[in-house]
């Protein structure tokens, strides 16, 4: 996917609702404290919240009701994908785009709350008619609930496919009554949703020049955690990996319903109760550890941070060479914070 925009409200300096047009643009120049920084953090905050995380402090001192926003708009979108179920479908079939066409992501923070938490929505032209307009909500067995309610004939619908269920429910109502709201997808089972759409996001690294080095900064830690994100990012890499998860996931399943067979000889009642399913994809980040050891045995991350930042640097831009004659390499985004002696008004 490619980043088109950012909004901002509430954030930092940025009080009123503020556009950022991304798309091909590769630097900002402005005055001192005019918001650069803000806007490459805000980012870093939107992406991964990592190397800058969100802070209360972060929302505006005048901010009525204390709720900082950071929406991005994006394109090229992935075409077919798969959200709550194993079945395909598409971000157009979910009705999860805008008006037109976009789809924008919207995530917030209530700071009037001692502990603000990320919440994510999805800002999408939508249905709003009752009954209609929280099936992304709802679990396959209250999908089939629903369609009994709404009697929505089930002839020819795969009960087992959450997009076919809902698309029939959709198509039975004469009005959905189709509004631009914003759709959570961080509560209940929406939560299913973003994780597999939060794989699709273009992959953000941020490298600041001149922030004072600190051996707790990740990515100064070891610049080769970068390498790894970005080498799982690869769309080849990851058809590989949904390859390995549907192997295990397919044959987890058989034994689980084996299992399950094998109950019911004992107790019927209870093995209907039972269903074989998978709560979470796995976490591949966490499977891999990469470092760059020098010809005396002494691994990168115990060498300086200067060093570890020249390293990292290097690798920023070995991958953009790369990524310019790669056409098959997936999103990735690269932003540099460099304060210019020569003209201090300048980031990149």
Request: glycine content about 4%.
């Amino acid at each position: 996917m490619k980043l088109e925009s950012m909004t901002l409200k509430n954030f930092r300096a940025y009080r009123d609702e503020t556009t950022v047009q991304i798309g091909d643009l590769t630097t900002i120049i402005g005055r001192n404290d005019v918001g650069k920084s803000s806007i490459l953090d805000a980012l870093e905050i939107f992406f991964n919240n990592k190397l800058v995380t969100f802070e209360p402090a972060d929302c505006h001192v005048r901010a009525d009701d204390r709720v900082v926003e950071i929406t991005c708009e994006f394109s090229n979108l992935p075409v077919p994908l798969i959200l709550d179920s194993q079945v395909e479908t598409t971000l157009a079939q979910e009705s999860l785009l805008s008006q037109d066409g976009a789809l924008r992501i919207k995530k917030l923070w209530r700071c009037s709350l001692a502990k603000p938490r990320e919440e994510v929505f999805v800002c999408a032209y939508h249905p709003s008619a009752p009954g209609y307009d929280d099936l992304l909500q709802l679990t396959q067995t209250k999908l089939r609930e629903r369609m009994r309610e709404l009697s929505v004939a089930d002839d020819g619908v795969n009960r087992n496919s959450n997009p076919a269920m809902r698309a029939a429910i959709w198509a039975s109502c004469d009005d959905l009554r189709l509004v631009g709201k914003d759709i959570p997808v961080t509560s209940e089972d929406g939560k299913r949703i973003w994780e597999k759409l939060s794989l699709h996001l273009p992959l953000f690294a941020l490298f600041q020049s001149d922030r004072p080095s600190r051996d707790s900064d990740a990515e100064v830690q070891d610049p080769m955690k970068v390498a790894v994100a970005t080498a799982l990012a690869e769309p080849g890499t990851q058809q590989k990996l949904v390859e390995v998860v549907d192997a295990v996931r397919s044959h987890a399943i058989e034994l689980a319903e084996r299992t399950r067979q094998a109950l019911c000889k004992l107790d019927p009642t209870l093995a209907r109760e039972l269903t074989p399913e998978f709560k979470a994809d796995p976490k591949w980040s966490g499977l891999f550890n990469l470092t760059l050891t020098s010809d005396d045995g002494i691994p990168v991350n115990k060498r300086g941070s200067g060093v570890r930042r020249m390293i990292l640097v290097s690798f920023f831009r070995a991958e953009a060479d790369r990524r310019l004659g790669d056409a098959e390499s997936g999103d990735i985004i690269y932003a540099i914070e460099y304060k210019c002696p020569e003209s201090p008004d300048l980031t990149a």
